[in-house]
């Protein structure tokens, strides 16, 4: 992100798309923005539709709110993911219905919840696991993250919603978009007979780092 300037208009310029195309609902999810000292996070309970450059949250490098409004209560769980992933640069967290749908659904293989049904999935996106429930806002919830993020840059809480991290703040869009799409598509086939991208069809493309 080149300035802190940009990285402010570009989170609320972000969430306002999300939320506008019907990605996240009321003041659910959240965005944020590794800097070269801390984070700009999403303040709490704020419509991603009405972010405010100015009153973003600022963190320090421990963590410390600097300036702005009291930070997301997933605060955690974005630091516990650039902790793990010191390549990242952005992490988005959406209430996206169909994504939250399939983290609903009994049967799914928690190590890897959605089937490889698009190249742009599986470049985007990889291997999805699921996180087991706890309450928003739960340490534990950030722990559970932390455990699985050095593998994983995408990752779905169970009966809430998923987690992306990128390089930026488009890649992590980018994912989580992806994400939800193929989320969607998953559902709309269920009872079909499909065809899913083969072994090999998966191992040619080029997969995410992580
Ligand atoms: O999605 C959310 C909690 O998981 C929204 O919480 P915040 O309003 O604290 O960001
Ligand atoms: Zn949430």
Redesign the pocket.
């Known amino acids: 992100m080149r300035t802190e300037h940009a990285a402010r208009e570009a989170i609320c310029r972000l969430g306002q798309s999300l939320f506008r195309r019907g990605l996240t609902y009321g ?4 965005i944020s923005v590794r800097l070269d000292d801390g984070w700009l996070m ?1 303040p ?3 419509s991603l539709d009405e972010l405010d450059p100015a009153r973003l949250s600022r963190l320090d490098a421990d963590g410390q709110l600097v300036s702005g409004d009291p930070p ?3 605060s955690f769980l974005h630091r516990a993911m650039y902790g793990e992933r010191p390549g990242d640069g952005a992490v988005v ?1 959406l ?1 996206s219905t169909h994504a939250v749908a399939v983290s609903v659904l009994e049967g799914v293989d928690p190590a890897d919840v959605l089937p490889p049904i698009t190249a742009y999935y599986v470049m985007r996106v990889g291997r999805l696991p699921l996180v087991p429930y706890y309450p ?2 739960d340490r534990t919830l950030a722990d559970a993250v932390a455990a699985l993020a050095g593998r994983h840059h995408a990752v779905l809480l169970a009966n ?2 998923p987690v992306v991290s990128g390089t930026s703040l488009s890649a992590a869009a980018a994912a989580i978009e992806e994400l939800e799409e193929t989320a969607r598509l998953h559902l709309l086939l269920r009872g079909e007979r499909v065809r899913l991208l083969t072994g090999a069809q998966v191992a040619a493309l080029r997969p995410p780092a992580g």
């Not at 003041?27 to 959240?30: A, C, I, T, W």
């Open positions: 003041s659910s999810g959240n999403t709490t309970n704020v997301t209560k997933e967290h209430h928003p806002g809430h919603g």
